[in-house]
């Protein structure tokens, strides 16, 4: 059953209640359980506040009504501070389709901080970042709960209008549930104990990850140790085992594996024996000679070398990052819900008036990828080398694999040494000078002329008619990219001006026209000079919580362009349909002008 609360919609007029099935726990013949801290609980009641808090005024009078609704004459905006992502954990008697993930949003409204539980058909805009972290909203709300069991319900939100970002919110206020406050955090729907991190699976989130953990000195004066080929000849005899001893030479990203069907509360599958394995790492200035342990093999190459390198080939590289750009998503599989995080990097390390071009997914270390920034040594191994010298132009950078990492310098390594040295020299040179962050990347590059292009590919299996552009657009998500052919003429090229649109439609009987002008502001790349830690929030994903500023942030738009220029080109389609597509120049970091 589903209580609902109704609020005026825009143009005045009331949501009429609706019904429907519910998942979730509110016991509404016993108002005191309710009080009790258990995931989603609703307060009946809370002692006299002041200022009066809204939040508690709507539960007070959907939990005194004897109907299944009631309507609130008075819509008060609040501030969304976090939005937070886990699998969906009940298959609605089914076997599990999209949307697999759901989200619970926490509120404010300046009184009281509250969770609630985002319905299944607001997805959409959390997948374009139109619902987000620091934004007013205002929202219609429900309580659910679920007719197998008794006892507790959750509030839903059914409804929901995004409006501008905030200025400023405070977090100083507290829930109004102190059990949502509790740590670690738990999700409203309950069964899966954990969050995910909010635009891909293979980063840890949430406070039930160690971060920044440094190993701590161990002794091993009592401990007996074993290694790895000792064991081997030896474990099948063996009832009681020591302590093995290894090195780690080689981490893969975190792999996720909760699916809804299954009942795996942590489905990482990391350490789950039972009792679970005491792993102890130990800090490198204790390891002995004695134990004769395997050394790192590292492969650095130079930039110089990299174009003599097999495809495929798997290398490390160090350099000075001179350029960084915003980060993207890319779909894992064409109708998944699942992404990939990634964002292009150039790196130079003096050997070379070309940088390495670094397509760097997220490695499973957020702490590093959402905090990397030009003029910073950069140190990335088992990097994979992707080439294909028979495509125009000529194809040639450095991707990620699966067991790659970003790291500190090797001081005992020749080339990074010879890095380091040349790097004391270029304080005041070009690449510190140029340096950019964010902005679109078009990479693989297009040629030139469309003959060359056709040339390389097969243009048909993807030469989409223009009245498709509309469609394919619209499906992208939040930092999604889609690159499209579609054939046409161009009929006005201009600068930010839009005084022949009426004279277009007129003078070509125009039956659509598609206005796709809108730059966002982290498309266009920046100069990596003032207000950084501003510049590198700005071009990392949007987070799931809200991080509050220490003063009021500047706006990008206010930003001086690293690119040289803007202009709006028209392209008419063979059967009068036409778009209108942002077309920007050649900035300072190498880009190809790009539509």
């Given at each position: 059953?589903?209580?609902?609360?109704?609020?005026?919609?825009?143009?005045?007029?009331?949501?009429?209640?609706?019904?429907?099935?519910?998942?979730?726990?509110?016991?509404?013949?016993?108002?005191?359980?309710?009080?009790?801290?258990?995931?989603?609980?609703?307060?009946?009641?809370?002692?006299?506040?002041?200022?009066?808090?809204?939040?508690?005024?709507?539960?007070?009078?959907?939990?005194?009504?004897?109907?299944?609704?009631?309507?609130?004459?008075?819509v008060v905006p609040v501030?969304?501070?976090?939005?937070?992502?886990?699998?969906?954990?009940?298959?609605?008697?089914?076997?599990?389709?999209?949307?697999?993930?759901?989200?619970?949003?926490?509120?404010?409204?300046?009184?009281?901080?509250?969770?609630?539980?985002?319905?299944?058909?607001?997805?959409?805009?959390?997948?374009?970042?139109?619902?987000?972290?620091?934004?007013?909203?205002?929202?219609?709300?429900?309580?659910?709960?679920?007719?197998?069991?008794?006892?507790?319900?959750?509030?839903?939100?059914?409804?929901?209008?995004?409006?501008?970002?905030?200025?400023?919110?405070?977090?100083?206020?507290?829930?109004?549930?102190?059990?949502?406050?509790?740590?670690?955090?738990?999700?409203?729907?309950?069964?899966?104990?954990?969050?995910?991190?909010?635009?891909?699976?293979?980063?840890?989130?949430?406070?039930?990850?160690?971060?920044?953990?440094?190993?701590?000195?161990?002794?091993?004066?009592?401990?007996?140790?074993?290694?790895?080929?000792?064991?081997?000849?030896?474990?099948?005899?063996?009832?009681?085992?020591?302590?093995?001893?290894?090195?780690?030479?080689?981490?893969?990203r975190l792999r996720y594996?909760?699916?809804?069907?299954?009942?795996?509360?942590?489905?990482?599958?990391?350490?789950?024996?039972?009792?679970?394995?005491?792993?102890?790492?130990?800090?490198?200035?204790?390891?002995?000679?004695?134990?004769?342990?395997?050394?790192?093999?590292h492969c650095f190459i130079?930039?110089?070398?990299?174009?003599?390198?097999?495809?495929?080939?798997?290398?490390?590289?160090?350099?000075?990052?001179?350029?960084?750009?915003?980060?993207?998503?890319?779909?894992?599989?064409?109708?998944?819900?699942?992404?990939?995080?990634?964002?292009?990097?150039?790196?130079?390390?003096?050997?070379?008036?070309?940088?390495?071009?670094?397509?760097?997914?997220?490695?499973?270390?957020?702490?590093?990828?959402?905090?990397?920034?030009?003029?910073?040594?950069?140190?990335?191994?088992?990097?994979?080398?992707?080439?294909?010298?028979?495509?125009?132009?000529?194809?040639?950078?450095?991707?990620?694999?699966?067991?790659?990492?970003?790291?500190?310098?090797?001081?005992?390594?020749?080339?990074?040494?010879?890095?380091?040295?040349?790097?004391?020299?270029?304080?005041?040179?070009?690449?510190?000078?140029?340096?950019?962050?964010?902005?679109?990347?078009?990479?693989?590059?297009?040629?030139?002329?469309?003959?060359?292009?056709?040339?390389?590919?097969?243009?048909?299996?993807?030469?989409?008619?223009?009245?498709?552009?509309?469609?394919?657009?619209?499906?992208?998500?939040?930092?999604?990219?889609?690159?499209?052919?579609?054939?046409?003429?161009?009929?006005?090229?201009?600068?930010?001006?839009?005084?022949?649109?009426?004279?277009?439609?007129?003078?070509?009987?125009?039956?659509?026209?598609?206005?796709?002008?809108?730059?966002?502001?982290?498309?266009?790349?920046?100069?990596?000079?003032?207000?950084?830690?501003?510049?590198?929030?700005?071009?990392?994903?949007?987070?799931?919580?809200?991080?509050?500023?220490?003063?009021?942030?500047?706006?990008?738009?206010?930003?001086?362009?690293?690119?040289?220029?803007?202009?709006?080109?028209?392209?008419?389609?063979?059967?009068?349909?036409?778009?209108?597509?942002?077309?920007?120049?050649?900035?300072?970091?190498?880009?190809?002008?790009?539509?």
């Amino acid at each position: 059953m589903k209580r609902v609360l109704n609020f005026p919609t825009i143009s005045g007029e009331f949501n009429q209640p609706q019904t429907g099935s519910s998942h979730a726990e509110l016991d509404w013949r016993n108002p005191k359980r309710n009080q009790s801290c258990v995931p989603g609980g609703v307060i009946r009641r809370a002692g006299a506040q002041s200022p009066r808090s809204w939040i508690q005024k709507f539960l007070e009078q959907i939990t005194d009504s004897p109907l299944q609704w009631v309507t609130l004459s008075e819509v008060v905006p609040v501030a969304v501070l976090a939005v937070q992502n886990m699998l969906e954990d009940e298959l609605r008697n089914t076997v599990p389709q999209p949307p697999l993930y759901c989200y619970d949003v926490t509120i404010s409204d300046g009184v009281y901080e509250e969770k609630y539980i985002l319905d299944s058909r607001l997805n959409l805009p959390v997948y374009k970042n139109i619902l987000k972290v620091g934004i007013e909203v205002k929202i219609s709300v429900s309580c659910l709960y679920n007719e197998r069991k008794l006892d507790h319900g959750i509030l839903c939100i059914d409804d929901i209008h995004c409006e501008e970002t905030l200025d400023t919110i405070s977090l100083a206020t507290p829930f109004r549930n102190s059990a949502h406050g509790e740590i670690p955090e738990r999700s409203l729907r309950g069964g899966k104990s954990h969050y995910l991190a909010l635009w891909n699976n293979e980063d840890p989130y949430g406070d039930i990850w160690l971060t920044n953990k440094q190993p701590e000195e161990h002794n091993f004066k009592n401990t007996k140790i074993i290694f790895l080929s000792h064991l081997e000849m030896t474990w099948t005899n063996r009832r009681n085992f020591p302590a093995l001893l290894v090195r780690l030479l080689h981490k893969s990203r975190l792999r996720y594996y909760g699916k809804p069907d299954k009942k795996m509360i942590e489905p990482f599958c990391m350490n789950l024996q039972d009792p679970p394995t005491n792993i102890v790492i130990i800090p490198e200035k204790q390891v002995k000679p004695k134990w004769r342990l395997t050394k790192l093999n590292h492969c650095f190459i130079t930039r110089s070398e990299l174009d003599a390198m097999p495809e495929k080939q798997i290398c490390d590289v160090i350099g000075i990052l001179v350029f960084v750009g915003k980060v993207q998503q890319l779909k894992k599989k064409e109708n998944s819900e699942d992404f990939w995080l990634y964002r292009w990097i150039h790196i130079a390390d003096g050997t070379s008036e070309q940088p390495f071009i670094v397509e760097l997914f997220s490695t499973s270390q957020p702490e590093i990828f959402e905090n990397i920034y030009p003029m910073t040594y950069f140190v990335c191994t088992q990097l994979k080398v992707v080439k294909n010298n028979t495509q125009v132009p000529k194809l040639l950078y450095l991707t990620t694999a699966n067991k790659s990492q970003v790291s500190q310098p090797y001081i005992n390594d020749t080339k990074v040494n010879n890095f380091i040295h040349w790097i004391k020299t270029r304080t005041n040179s070009r690449e510190v000078k140029n340096t950019v962050i964010g902005g679109y990347y078009p990479y693989p590059q297009v040629p030139e002329t469309f003959s060359k292009y056709s040339s390389s590919v097969k243009l048909e299996s993807f030469l989409i008619a223009i009245s498709e552009v509309s469609s394919k657009v619209e499906d992208l998500q939040y930092r999604g990219k889609k690159r499209l052919a579609f054939q046409g003429i161009i009929t006005v090229i201009k600068e930010w001006l839009d005084l022949e649109s009426q004279l277009r439609e007129k003078k070509f009987g125009l039956r659509d026209h598609l206005y796709y002008c809108c730059v966002y502001p982290e498309s266009i790349p920046q100069k990596f000079i003032l207000h950084k830690s501003f510049l590198i929030q700005q071009y990392n994903s949007h987070p799931a919580k809200f991080i509050p500023s220490e003063k009021k942030a500047p706006k990008l738009d206010d930003f001086k362009s690293a690119s040289l220029g803007h202009f709006e080109v028209t392209i008419l389609g063979n059967n009068y349909y036409d778009n209108t597509f942002p077309f920007i120049t050649k900035s300072n970091h190498g880009n190809n002008a790009f539509i």
